[in-house]
């Protein structure tokens, strides 16, 4: 019976160990600018809600335009946002977050100072699927919500009567996404608003 070498073996060692050690190096050495770059990602949503351009902004810049435009507060056990420009409040940028089809959606959705209409919405994060129900993510869809009229005296918001178009093939997102605006602008009307 032929024995057989280490060598092959030791070799392979010694790839794992070295690879291992650069890609470790490689992620400490950039770790920080990829945490810049993510909350830069959130903070264009943030942005892009209220209508405010940014395309041309690096992430630090986004990061001090942010920190510029919004303030976080609490009110009635809720964390939102006040978005000032030029400083006049502007709106409320409130949370959203309730099951789709497939996960989880989070978003945000910006509030009119006088209550009337919403600025606009932006899912921040979702598991819906790509082509399909994860076209929420375009601006087609996106920008049907924006300067969207509403009224605190209805609990049906936004609809897909009339103005609004839902996604084709993606009834069950499209019906999540409305009734996730719809229950969090009832709850912003009923437990939030006279607080502000």
Do not use: C
Not at 82 to 96: F, K, R, T
């Amino acid at each position: 019976m032929k024995k057989m070498s280490p060598k092959p073996i030791l070799f392979m060692i010694a790839i794992t160990v070295i690879f291992t050690g650069v890609l470790a190096t490689i992620n400490e050495i950039t770790a920080e600018q990829v945490e810049l770059n993510e909350k830069a990602a959130e903070q264009r949503s943030f942005l892009n809600v209220v209508d405010v351009e940014y395309e041309e902004l690096t992430a630090e810049e986004v990061t001090e335009l942010f920190e510029e435009i919004f303030n976080e507060i609490t009110v009635a056990g809720h964390d939102l946002y006040e978005a000032h420009l030029d400083g006049e409040l502007l709106a409320y940028v409130y949370p959203m977050a309730d099951s789709a089809v497939w996960g989880e959606l989070q978003g945000i959705m910006a509030i009119h100072r006088d209550f009337d209409r919403l600025l606009g919405v932006e899912f921040l994060s979702h598991s819906e699927t790509p082509g399909l129900g994860g076209r929420i993510d375009e601006d087609e869809f996106k920008e049907q919500f924006r300067d969207y009229e509403i009224s605190e005296e209805d609990d049906i918001h936004v609809d897909y009567e009339g103005e609004l178009d839902a996604i084709s093939g993606a009834t069950g997102t499209s019906n999540a996404v409305r009734d996730i605006i719809n229950d969090h602008l009832n709850e912003f009307f009923n437990e939030v608003k006279e607080e502000l």
